[in-house]
């Protein structure tokens, strides 16, 4: 398998733009969550889907962030506007309760960098 | 409100020298403990999950071990390449399937 696939691995934008993060899944896997990581803070959930349905979006700054999954194989990150304080690493992970142990461990992409002038 | 917290910071070690990393909670209900290793510039890897109090797990240099309060990550005899950033994490509470806390990590360097 060929794991949690990202992109774009890095973007760089200005302030007040849209930016969109995606991302792809294990196959199988029916969890899906995004994180964003800073040296401030460390690794923040910011939502997480079960089988396509936001179940905690909790952990979302603030209205211009959004997240969608359309289906099971696919899902969008989107900031709008974007801001400098947005500027940070985006994880997406995703697990299964039916893996090694049912233990629900999280398998992580490499992560988009974000830089927000 | 549910804490993690890791000790130390971080950590220099030589090649060689064993030592431990430290990853103390605060959660009512815990499901799981989970250990990560993540490298500049990557995501998260996992290494392993710990359900209750007593168990232990290994993994080449590295084991886990948990109580009621706190897990330990021991590094017996490490190498450089196990230079990295160690994340503990905790599943805990009723209607929290899936939901993990991470810890603010322990920053790891072995030197020849």
């Known amino acids: 398998d060929a794991g949690v696939i990202q992109s774009p691995r890095h973007e760089v934008t200005e302030m007040g733009q849209e930016v969109t993060l995606r991302c792809k899944p294990i196959?199988?896997?029916?969890?899906l969550f995004w994180y964003r990581q800073t040296m401030m803070r460390g690794l923040e959930l910011l939502i997480y889907f079960n089988n396509n349905v936001p179940i905690d979006d909790s952990g979302m700054p603030e209205d211009r962030f959004s997240a969608k999954m359309p289906n099971a194989s696919f899902s969008t990150l989107k900031i709008q506007p974007s801001e400098p304080r947005d500027s940070a690493v985006y994880f997406c992970?995703?697990?299964?309760?039916?893996?090694?142990?049912?233990?629900?461990?999280?398998?992580f992409g490499p992560g988009t960098r974000l830089t927000v002038t | 409100e549910d804490q993690v917290t890791q000790s130390p910071e971080a950590l220099r070690l030589q090649e060689g020298e064993s030592s431990s990393l430290n990853c103390s909670y605060t959660?009512?209900?815990?499901?799981?403990l989970f250990w990560y290793r993540q490298d500049p510039g990557k995501g998260p890897e996992f290494l392993f999950t710990l359900y209750s109090a007593g168990e232990e797990k290994e993994k080449e240099r590295l084991k886990a071990t948990l109580t009621k309060k706190e897990s330990f990550l021991h590094i017996t005899a490490p190498k450089p390449e196990d230079s990295a950033t160690y994340l503990c994490?905790?599943?805990?509470?009723?209607?929290?399937?899936?939901?993990?806390?991470f810890g603010a990590g322990t920053q790891v360097v072995v030197t020849p």
């Open positions: 992970a995703s697990s299964t309760p039916y893996g090694t142990g049912g233990s629900y461990e999280q398998y």
């Open positions: 959660v009512s209900g815990l499901r799981g």
């Open positions: 196959s199988g896997h029916d969890y």
């Open positions: 994490a905790v599943q805990a509470g009723k209607g929290s399937w899936g939901k993990l806390q």
